[in-house]
């Protein structure tokens, strides 16, 4: 397996464009995660999906952030509109959920840069 | 929710030296306790882990323990190398949930 294949590597843009970052999960796997990691704040949790289904967007900062999954070998997160504070590096993971353990395995991630 | 709290941020030391990082968690429900490795410019990849019904676990240098009662684990890493050096987060569950809550991270710097 190639692994979490996640797309673009990198991505610059202006604020106020729409941006969407996609993510191929392990074949197999039943979870998927976005996270997004800056400096300041860290690996932070944006949603999750079970089985395609999302199961907690709490993460998300707020209407402008979106996710999707509509199967199990897909997904995307969309921003719209950017800022600049949106400019972090965002991971897709996905994982075999099985009880009392949750092996995550981290796309290479997409690095966002809203000027 | 989950709270996880990581210590120290930056941790510097000399090869060959023993290092320890700290984590604590709120969710006394929480009962899986990874440790992730990240090295600079690269992703988060898992290098051990331990369960709730363990209190120590080790693989080669590495080791976690675990103290439930007070809520706390710990990586440990011995007879370190300059290739160590990476953030290394620790994670616990999301309150409820099957959603992985990191730490803020350590920065481990081993010189030679």
Known sequence: ?115 | GENVEQHPSTLSVQEGDSAVIKCTYSDSASNYFPWYKQELGKRPQLIIDIRSNVGEKKDQRIAVTLNKTAKHFSLHITETQPEDSAVYFCAAFRQAGTALIFGKGTTLSVSS
């Open chain 1, 1 to 115: 397996d190639a692994g979490v294949i996640q797309s673009p590597r990198h991505e610059v843009t202006e604020m106020g464009q729409e941006v969407t970052l996609r993510c191929k999960p392990i074949s197999g796997h039943n979870s998927l995660f976005w996270y997004r990691q800056t400096m300041m704040r860290g690996l932070e949790l944006l949603i999750y999906f079970n089985n395609n289904v999302p199961i907690d967007d709490s993460g998300m900062p707020e209407d402008r952030f979106s996710a999707k999954m509509p199967n199990a070998s897909f997904s995307t997160l969309k921003i719209q509109p950017s800022e600049p504070r949106d400019s972090a590096v965002y991971f897709c993971a996905s994982s075999l959920w099985s009880s009392g353990a949750n092996v995550l395995t981290f796309g290479a991630g997409s690095r966002l840069t809203v000027l």
